[in-house]
């Protein structure tokens, strides 16, 4: 688990979440999920409904199982008990609704996960082209759009190990971007970064929030959970303790656990 | 305490390094005097090297390439270079090597292996060098069947027959697949080429063939010898054993327990086994399992052996490039919703191989090596052949010039696939980091 580099909320671009709506549609609907590592007991009895146009923090202690959460999203692991609905389809063993889900959800990951032996452009432009069944030029043309966005479109050409990591970050989730997601999931996206890049990674996620992409993320950056949350889940020992608007959570967290890890990571 | 405060007012010019830190010197002092032990063993080692060529120099300088047998040799030598001296008969290369290259191939058909070595070459130069033009992939694929007929002649409709059965597969696929059974298209395809190809390639091969004949005089498999058998068994080996290597070690992380059992016993029990004995199985064997009265050509068996063996340890060597990729590119791929084969090809297996790329190649210099084995089967290969030539009492007792032949044309081989792994790995070298 690395060190969290808590960024002051007021160094990142304002946001005017007011402006953000959230939609009364459900898109992923958790229901009384559980899931075990052989004996082990990760996640107990989730019940989360995320409506379109959220933007969800969640956070917790190490092996809280926040990250096993997100990632059941897309079934890069397996639940096996409940129901999880994404999109209005459920994800059970049936691979074609699995590559369905995932081809709408995009996710970004703690080290980034680019393919080393394509080019970024190659990286941005695979899925679309295999999955998607995008023509190559016009795959290559949302590409850089979405490097433009994240700001990298001079990069295109070149491989992902001569990028620093901040751009690598970006890249990530221009490649996500480009199969026009419904859903992002971010995994501790700046946890493997070095502090001065954590801030370019965050404000691109930002930028992403303006325009009301539903996004999960798991990070301990609180400042990016009170400039663009609208709500902060605590997550430990596999539950949900506790959610709230991230004001009321920040500044009045209920539960003695909550209150606790708050002192931990904001008390230095 | 001493002073800490420091400031720097005027920068100091670049200058050239001292004499003796550049250039030859350099190198030598660093290289081969850096230390008394260094300078000992170079030393040492120079003087075993002028040893060495001292001795060997005279041998290959008084070589005879004009004479009949090893008594001849001899006595030209003597005659040349006095009583005592010794010297090498080369002679036996120049009056052999044709039968080196081709075995007992029919001297008059010598045109058609030559023909197709010539032929490999174009063929292997669009999948070895990527920068050429894709569609000559074409050629590369259509040329097994070409080599097939180019040797052993026989109709054209035969390897043209057995190639329209993956025309059939691909249909039945097709075929399937749109009236909405998917998921059986792959193994019914796989079904009807094999049924394709164990019943109806020889009748309509011959329909084809009574109309246009387009044969070619058949050769047997008897004749085959020498450095065109190595590269047939080799060339096929190599070709097929990599596609059915990465399948096993796909089988083996396999998570269906059934594949991946049997992936696993085959590659533990090839490779529990010695190749000669998957020879010796292949010769004496295989016909007891096989209908009475189908004769299955000799050197098909050695190369379906060959492949096999290779391809255990093909497996094994890609399932370690498999185990060094990072898992986060697996769940990446998982993650933009490419399905398993698709990510498997696009991402794991161009990053597997690559990492893998030494070792393959490892594989595949020692299959070509391996291709000697046959010689204890009775096949001719250069091996079996120097036996043969030593029988003839022409030139009984030569060993040296034989040998020495044989490991100078499997050294270029093997070097020059060496160096082309080499040339992969630092083509491919993207993930600088």
């Known amino acids: ?268 | 305490m001493a002073e800490v405060a420091f400031v720097r007012h005027e920068m100091e010019p670049p200058q050239a390094p001292p004499s003796g830190q550049v250039g030859p010197a350099r190198w030598l002092r660093e290289n081969l005097f850096s230390s008394w032990l260094n300078a000992l063993l170079t030393i040492a080692s120079v003087a075993l090297l002028w040893w060495l060529v001292s001795h060997m120099l005279p041998w290959f300088a008084h070589g005879v390439w004009n004479a009949g047998s090893l008594t001849e040799c001899r006595q030209i030598i003597q005659a040349t270079w006095g009583e005592g001296a010794s010297g090498a008969c080369f002679a036996v290369i120049r009056e052999r090597w044709q039968q080196f290259l081709f075995g007992f191939y029919p001297v008059h058909l010598y045109w058609r292996p030559t023909l197709t070595f010539f032929l490999l070459l174009a063929a292997l130069a669009p999948v070895l060098v990527s920068e050429l033009p894709r569609r000559l992939l074409w050629f590369s694929a259509a040329f097994p069947g070409l080599c097939y007929w180019l040797l052993w002649g026989g109709s054209l409709w035969v390897p043209i027959a057995i190639y329209a059965g993956f025309v059939v597969g691909h249909l039945a696929q097709r075929l399937l697949a749109a009236a909405g059974y998917g998921l059986v298209a792959p193994f019914a395809a796989a079904l009807a080429t094999v049924l394709w190809w164990l019943y109806l390639v020889g009748p309509v091969a011959d329909a084809f063939a009574s109309v246009v004949p387009l044969a070619l005089t058949p050769v047997a498999s008897k004749l085959f010898g020498g450095f065109m058998l190595s590269t047939v068994i080799g060339m096929t080996g190599i070709a097929f054993s990599l596609p059915l290597g990465v399948l096993l070690a796909l089988g083996r992380r396999s998570d269906m327990f059934i594949v991946k059992a049997l992936s696993i016993g085959f590659i533990e029990f090839i490779r529990g086994v010695p190749l000669i004995t998957l020879l010796l199985v292949a010769t004496f064997l295989l016909n007891v399992f096989l209908p009475p009265g189908t004769n299955f050509d000799i050197i098909l068996r050695v190369i379906i052996m060959v492949t096999l063996f290779a391809a255990a340890y093909m497996a094994e060597t890609i399932r370690g490039g498999l185990a060094a990729l990072p898992r986060g590119q697996y769940e990446a791929a998982d993650a933009l919703g490419l399905d398993y084969w698709k990510s498997m090809r696009l991402i794991i297996m161009p990053q597997a191989l690559k990492i893998s790329i030494p070792s393959i190649v490892g594989n595949f210099i020692s299959l070509f090596k391996d291709t000697t084995l046959v010689a204890i089967i009775g096949l001719l290969d250069p091996l079996g052949l120097v036996t043969s030539i030593r029988a003839d009492s022409n030139w009984n007792g030569i060993v040296w010039e034989l040998y020495g032949f044989v490991a100078l044309l499997f050294l270029l081989c093997c070097y020059g696939m060496s160096q082309y792994s080499r040339y992969l790995e630092r083509k491919l070298r993207t993930d600088r980091r």
């Open chain 1, 1 to 268: 688990m690395a060190e969290p580099h808590p960024v002051d909320a007021s160094e990142l671009e304002p946001v005017d979440t007011s402006r953000l709506k959230v939609s009364d549609e459900p898109a992923i609907q958790i229901i009384g999920m559980s899931k075990w590592y052989g004996q082990f007991h990760v996640l107990r009895d989730i019940n989360l409904t995320v409506y379109k146009g959220e933007r969800i923090v969640v956070c917790g202690p190490s092996g809280s199982g926040k990250s096993t959460l997100i990632r059941c999203i897309n079934r890069l692991e397996e639940h096996q008990k409940g129901q999880i609905i994404v999109d209005g389809v459920e994800l059970t063993s049936d691979l074609k609704n699995i590559d369905k889900v995932r081809s709408e959800v995009g996710m970004v990951f703690q080290h980034f996960n680019l393919f080393p032996h394509l080019t970024i452009l190659e990286n941005c432009t695979l899925a679309p082209i295999w999955v998607r069944k995008t023509p190559k030029r016009e795959a290559e043309e949302i590409a850089m759009h979405f490097l433009t966005k994240v700001k990298i479109p001079e990069q295109a050409h070149k491989y992902p190990g001569q990028l620093s990591g901040g751009q690598q970050q970006r890249v990530a989730i221009a490649r996500s971007l480009c199969m026009r997601p419904k859903i992002m999931l971010f995994d501790e996206p700046t946890s493997a970064l070095d502090p001065e890049m954590i801030k370019e990674v965050l404000d691109t996620m930002i930028e992403l929030a303006a325009e009301g992409m539903t996004m999960i993320c798991v990070t301990h950056e609180m400042g990016f959970a009170q400039a663009v949350a609208n709500r902060v889940i605590f997550m430990d020992q596999g539950q949900i303790v506790e959610q709230n608007e991230p004001k009321e959570f920040f500044n009045n967290p209920k539960s003695e656990r909550t209150k606790l890890f708050l002192s931990q990571i904001l008390g230095h």
